[in-house]
């Protein structure tokens, strides 16, 4: 049972313009939300996080916005540069438990 | 110092042979981590080390082997491994147990790209 599903496998965008990248998940006892970022033969690098006490954490051009009533969180990129291209994975956690992360959403920034 | 260290970063073996993967941090992070990831798929946890002491291990096959020195060295030791054991092996490391959240951010090593033949 995936926990944590990421439903867009890849998303396509034009230099400049937002990303947004969705992640939802089921269990309700997820209260910490991360996004990771992948490049190809490279550990993924953390990138920003939202605790489930906040519905929205910003950092630079990362915005992370988190609706608990929906189980749902999304990732925003503005603007979208061609550096992005990675693949990007959300996870979540339960206090004192583990990082369960979705299946990840190629992103492709067309320049 | 902000990063995890992995070595080897590549590694072919046998599946009689036995090998060890490599992982260091210095930033004093007190949780290390080992995942498995195979292509296509999210990182899997297999070990959380924490206080160097084994606090969670994903059912994995004993021939699967972790062991922690010190708190700013983690090891995976190999025998006897499957050619479907082929996979990156990522270390993660993180500030520990303390506060809500367990797992805090995790900072990833780069992997070893282990091939089993």
């Known amino acids: 049972d995936q926990q944590v599903k990421q439903n867009s496998p890849s998303l396509s965008v034009q230099e400049g313009r937002i990303s947004i990248l969705n992640c939802d998940y089921t269990?309700?006892?997820?209260?910490?939300f991360l996004w990771y970022k992948k490049y190809p033969a490279e550990g993924p690098t953390f990138l920003i996080s939202i605790s489930s006490i906040k519905d929205k954490n910003e950092d630079g051009r990362f915005t992370v916005f988190l609706n608990k009533s929906a189980k749902h969180l999304s990732l925003h990129i503005v603007p979208s540069q061609p550096g992005d291209s990675a693949v990007y994975f959300c996870a979540a956690s339960a206090a004192g438990n583990k990082l369960t992360f979705g299946g990840g959403t190629r992103v492709l920034v067309k320049p | 110092d902000t990063e995890v260290t992995q070595t080897p970063k590549h590694l072919v073996m046998g599946m009689t042979n036995k090998k060890s993967l490599k992982c260091e941090q210095h930033?004093?992070?007190?949780?290390m981590y080992w995942y498995k990831q195979k292509a296509k798929k999210p990182p899997e946890l297999m070990f959380v080390?924490?206080?160097?002491?084994?606090?969670i291990n994903e059912s994995v096959p004993s021939r699967f082997s972790p062991e922690c020195p010190n708190s700013s060295l983690l090891n995976l030791h190999l025998h006897a491994l499957q050619p479907e054991d082929s996979a990156l092996y990522l270390c993660?490391?993180?500030?520990?147990?303390?506060?809500?959240?367990?797992?805090?951010?995790?900072?990833f090593g780069p992997g070893t790209r282990l091939t089993v033949l």
């Open positions: 930033m004093g992070h007190r949780a």
């Open positions: 080390y924490s206080y160097e002491k084994l606090s």
């Open positions: 269990n309700s006892m997820f209260d910490y």
């Open positions: 993660a490391s993180s500030f520990g147990t303390s506060g809500r959240s367990f797992s805090n951010e995790q900072f």
